[in-house]
């Protein structure tokens, strides 16, 4: 079987933090396909692409060849936005694909796959309902998607992102965040970290956990009232203990897990 060729080149790395980046990746002579925010691509690179310095060294077996090492991304950007795409990566030192993501520059190829897919969409959330978007790490990337799409929202309609990291400077996205939130006055944008401690300077927002935010009524508080199952919708994406966590609180609160057979309010990404 032919290798598949590299048919994507990187516009650009940005590098947020250690061992956080954003690639904004571009096709070469084709199209990017249509795809509704909330979605994800498919990323690759051959075995002998070199990997980043400070990655672990590679213990994997290696791969046949020709097989390409692939891996799927949640796409950050606009689904509006045609130049590219942005996906927004955490290195995992052991892995097998992210090391070499990481060694990538600007105007370095890559594949990208040609088809954009995933269930993660606002598809069977009513237009009116108010979004509760909560995310650990680099689970925030589908809903940029969202945000960057969708907002301003008309009328009174809330959204509130609950965004939780180790550290602030883990907390992606942070000034845009900001700014969004300064610009539409439906949006709440709720970081919390939960190593205080290690900060070089004080912090001073809430620490702990996404799970302690919903505990404590953040959300209610950012709004001005709860979110309930009859008006609003919970998403979920990040480290597979929150998730569980959540839907477990959530589900004691009256929202049920959405399923295609059984529609819910409460939508969730489980990519670990």
Same mark, same amino acid.
């Given at each position: ?10 516009? &650009? ?17 084709? @199209?990017?396909?249509? /795809? ?9 690179? *051959?075995? !002998? ?10 213990? @994997? ?30 290195? %995992? ?12 520059? @600007? ?11 995933? /269930? ?11 979004? %509760? ?31 939780? $990291? ?7 996205? &942070? ?9 539409? *006055? ?7 970290? #939960?190593?205080?401690? !290690? ?7 809430? $620490? ?16 001005? /009232?709860?979110?309930? *199952?009859?008006? #609003?919708?919970? /998403? ?7 998730? @569980? ?7 004691? &609160? ?19």
């Amino acid at each position: 079987m032919a290798k598949p060729e590299l048919n994507a080149v990187v516009r &650009q790395r940005v590098e947020v933090a250690p061992g956080l980046i954003i690639l904004r990746v571009a096709p070469e002579g084709w @199209d990017l396909p249509d /795809f509704k925010p909330g979605q994800f691509a498919v990323l690759g690179l *051959p075995p !002998e692409a070199p990997r980043s310095p400070e990655a672990d060294p590679d213990d @994997d077996v290696p791969p046949k060849p020709g097989v390409m090492i692939r891996r799927s991304y949640s796409i950050a950007s606009s689904s509006k936005a045609r130049e590219y795409l942005e996906l927004y990566i955490t290195l %995992v030192r052991s892995g097998s694909l992210t090391p070499r993501l990481f060694a990538l520059g @600007d105007g370095d190829r890559l594949w990208l796959g040609p088809k954009i897919t995933g /269930f993660f969409t606002r598809d069977a959330v009513p237009a009116d309902t108010h979004l %509760v978007l909560v995310a650990t790490g680099t689970g925030l990337a589908p809903y940029m998607s969202m945000l960057r799409t969708m907002l301003p929202v008309p009328g009174g309609r809330r959204i509130a992102v609950l965004l939780g $990291a180790r550290h602030s400077w883990d907390l992606g996205y &942070q000034s845009e965040l900001r700014t969004l939130e300064r610009r539409c *006055p439906g949006l709440a944008y709720l970081p919390v970290i #939960s190593r205080p401690a !290690e900060e070089p300077l004080p912090w001073g927002g809430p $620490a702990g956990y996404v799970q302690d935010l919903w505990r404590d009524g953040a959300v209610a508080r950012a709004w001005g /009232f709860a979110p309930t *199952p009859a008006t #609003s919708a919970v /998403f979920l994406c990040g480290n597979p203990a929150m998730i @569980d966590d959540m839907v477990g609180l959530l589900a004691a &609160q009256g929202f049920r897990e959405h399923s295609r057979s059984a529609p819910g309010q409460v939508f969730v990404e489980r990519y670990w």
